[in-house]
Nanobody, 125 residues
């Protein structure tokens, strides 16, 4: 089993920054990819960014490129999401997810086996 614990959410003004963290424990060394998704009230969960654990390659939602950066720290088994230039429409619960299988569509939430509890990000205008 893998346990994921997010932290770093909060309230920020538009234009501000936040860094989310996702600490993994358990089988994280064998994960293929770890990702961030978000879900706003009344909306479906949407892909934000993914990092492939061993090689470090990344993908982003097209609308977020240039503002969000995903990274990982092998030694700490932690994934980060640096969010800059935050906008009110970025307000959502942000979830960390992990998948061990490699032949998956990493942008699809249903492909992921493990999820954190989520952390709220609220951006005020």
């Amino acid at each position: 089993q893998v346990q994921l614990v997010e932290s770093g959410g909060g309230l920020v003004q538009a234009g501000g920054s936040l860094r989310l963290s996702c600490a993994a424990s358990g089988r994280s060394f064998s994960m293929y990819a770890m990702a961030w998704f978000r879900q706003a009230p009344g909306k479906a969960r949407e892909f934000v960014a993914v990092i492939r654990w061993s090689i470090g390659s990344t993908d982003y939602a097209d609308s977020l490129k240039g503002r969000f950066t995903i990274s990982r720290d092998h030694a700490k088994n932690t994934v980060y999401l640096q969010m800059n230039g935050l906008k009110p429409e970025d307000t959502a619960v942000y979830y960390c997810a992990a998948v061990a299988r490699s032949r998956v569509n990493v942008r699809k939430p249903e492909q992921y086996e493990y999820w954190g509890q989520g952390t709220q990000v609220t951006v005020s205008s």
